[in-house]
């Protein structure tokens, strides 16, 4: 049998093998979520800069001003539309790296949490007579931690979802307004 120190240390062990398995799981996922957006950042640069050389020498073979105005203002609706689809796919990613994220953060605390509940009752159950306070004082720390990593866990749900909500009301606008500027509502 291990004594209560050994029992203890073997906790901590593997309690900071742990924080470091989720600190590497959680770095890794972001590091996802940056590659992501590094490829969708070269894409449309790309992308971009074939568009931006085709659109220059439609408008440099314009005739006169009117035709320059007119193929201006046509290309002006296709670039709002590019904008708003890159913001959707900006949110896009960062939603799914934020549930990636906390998909695996909950996982790796769930799984602490039951393993260091595991060793309280262990060790509750060898413990000596009148140690049942701090064992409860412990058992209530515990328990105190999860319920507030669970509100941190809502808390960060609610951001992300009012911040996806105002994206896409900010995206809305955007197009409309785009719409507007060029002349072709939708009606």
Do not use: C, W
């Not at 470091?20 to 894409?43: P, W």
């Not at 799984?111 to 209530?140: F, H, Q, W, Y």
């Amino acid at each position: 049998m291990f004594s209560y120190q050994d029992q203890f240390s073997a906790a901590t062990k593997a309690n900071v093998e742990a924080q470091l398995a989720l600190v590497t799981a959680l770095t890794s996922k972001a590091f996802e979520g940056v590659e992501k957006l590094i490829d969708l950042n070269l894409t449309v640069a790309k992308t971009s800069l074939e568009e931006s050389n085709a659109a220059a020498k439609q408008l440099l073979a314009a005739k006169d001003a009117q035709e320059f105005f007119s193929l201006a203002a046509a290309q002006a609706q296709p670039n709002a539309e590019k904008a708003a689809a890159y913001a959707r796919h900006i949110a896009n990613i960062a939603s799914s790296t934020q549930a990636e994220i906390t998909k695996t953060a909950e996982a790796q605390i769930a799984e602490t949490s039951r393993k260091v509940a595991a060793l309280v009752d262990d060790v509750a159950k060898n413990a000596p007579a009148g140690s049942e306070n701090v064992i409860a004082i412990v058992k209530s720390m515990i328990g105190n931690a999860n319920a507030g990593y669970e509100q941190l866990a809502k808390t960060t749900k609610q951001a992300v979802e009012a911040i996806e909500t105002n994206l896409s009301s900010a995206t809305a606008q955007f197009t409309q307004a785009a719409e507007k500027a060029t002349g072709r509502t939708k009606k």
